[in-house]
Nanobody
Framework: QVQLVESGGGLVQAGGSLRLSCAAS????????VGWFRQAPGKEREFVAG????????IYADSVKGRSAIFRDNAKNTVYLEMNSMKSEDTAVYYC?????????????????WGRGTQVTVSS
């Protein structure tokens, strides 16, 4: 069990960049895989990026691949999502989620620990 709190959201200009943080409280954070998801109004919650327990495996949605980076600092119990070249389509509530497992997956249903989300709005 971990508690997750997202931060770093806000208003950003199209073409700009943003770094989101997912801070975890609790023990054994390094045993959890972590994923970032987002949900725009009227749309399904979708996978954005994921990272393995050690940080050696990273996966990205096609929509953000090449302009996003996920990384973690287990010593700080934090996972980050850096997004560059932001587009209006990136506007959404961003959530981090975790599961105590070695397997990294893209599906929403796989994760059982969720933060409350942070709003990201891209202005154009």
């Amino acid at each position: 069990q971990v508690q997750l709190v997202e931060s770093g959201g806000g208003l950003v200009q199209a073409g700009g960049s943003l770094r989101l943080s997912c801070a975890a409280s609790g023990l054994s954070f390094s045993t959890y895989v972590v994923g970032w998801f987002r949900q725009a109004p009227g749309k399904e919650r979708e996978f954005v990026a994921g990272i393995s327990t050690s940080g050696t495996q990273k996966i990205y949605a096609d929509s953000v691949k090449g302009r996003s980076a996920i990384f973690r600092d287990n010593a700080k119990n934090t996972v980050y999502l850096e997004m560059n070249s932001m587009k209006s389509e990136d506007t959404a509530v961003y959530y981090c989620a975790a599961r105590q497992n070695l397997l990294l997956m893209r599906s929403t249903s796989y994760y059982d620990q969720w933060g409350r989300g942070t709003q990201v709005t891209v202005s154009s």
